[in-house]
């Protein structure tokens, strides 16, 4: 997979693996995150996806120096914010969540756009959530809105850029054993484990190695007559038709 692949939240265990399997099929691959990257082989910078002009300035950055930007993944989220009912959760709760997980693959998309536009070809992959397509299981309600809002906007960027050569789709996980849900997950006793588990078609939790073999597929030529779509990597916890 020759090419150059940006990857926001690429400190996280998902997006480690993500980074990790672009730069064993030979991409060169920018790692971006508030965190440090801890993964050899990538460019790494840090990255506020929040920040509309930190994310302009990075993506002028790789442009600037790979004279093109192939694929982007928007892995970058999480539920955050308080586990409250509606009535107790403030403005700036609220906003927190959604501008962590809907503005910022904003963001990075349109910052993406023009180089591949200009390219004339490019793949971009949404990292979305079970919660997007059903409910959160924390009761993040900005969450589940944010997540079901990526979804959306894949869609829309699909139709809009298809003409250009630009491909977009998304990725919803299910329940993945990795930072911050291996805690939550390690806390629950074994029979609410069991209880979710009995409702997984393959009977057990994913791992981030799950999330990333969808994404190559979606980066790959293999999916070059596919956009616009949304791939639930959950066990088979949800069946959408």
């Known amino acids: 997979m020759n090419g150059v692949a940006v990857v926001t939240g690429a400190a996280g265990e ?32 840090h990255l506020d996806v929040t920040d509309s002009r930190g994310v302009s300035q990075v993506f002028e950055e790789i ?5 093109r930007i192939d694929f982007l ?14 009535d107790q959760v403030s403005d700036e709760a609220w906003r927190a969540v ?18 591949m536009k200009r390219a004339g070809r490019g793949a971009i992959v949404n990292i979305s959530s079970g919660a997007g397509r059903t409910t959160s299981r924390t009761g993040v309600q900005a969450y589940a809105a944010a997540k079901a809002g990526v979804i959306g906007f894949t869609r829309q960027l699909a139709r809009e850029l298809g003409p250009a050569g630009i491909r977009v789709n998304c990725v919803a996980p299910g329940l ?16 609410q484990r069991e209880e979710f588990l009995s409702g997984v078609a393959l009977g057990r939790i994913g791992e981030a190695a799950d999330i990333a073999g969808p994404v ?24 959408l038709g």
């Open 14 to 45: 998902i997006g480690q693996a993500i980074c990790g399997a672009l730069l064993s099929r030979g991409a060169r691959v920018w790692a971006l995150d508030l965190r440090e990257v801890p993964l050899d082989g990538a460019v790494r910078r």
């Open 63 to 67: 442009e600037a120096v790979e004279e």
């Open 73 to 86: 993944v928007n892995c970058a989220g999480g539920p955050g914010g308080p586990r409250a009912p509606v």
């Open 98 to 115: 959604v501008a962590l997980n809907l503005d910022g693959v904003f963001y990075c998309s349109r910052a993406a756009a023009g180089a």
């Open 176 to 191: 993945i054993l990795a930072d911050p849900t291996r805690a939550d997950w390690e806390r629950l006793p074994r029979d």
């Open 216 to 239: 190559l597929f979606f980066l790959s030529e293999d999916a070059r007559y596919v956009t616009g779509q949304t791939i639930s990597a959950d066990g088979g916890a949800i069946m």
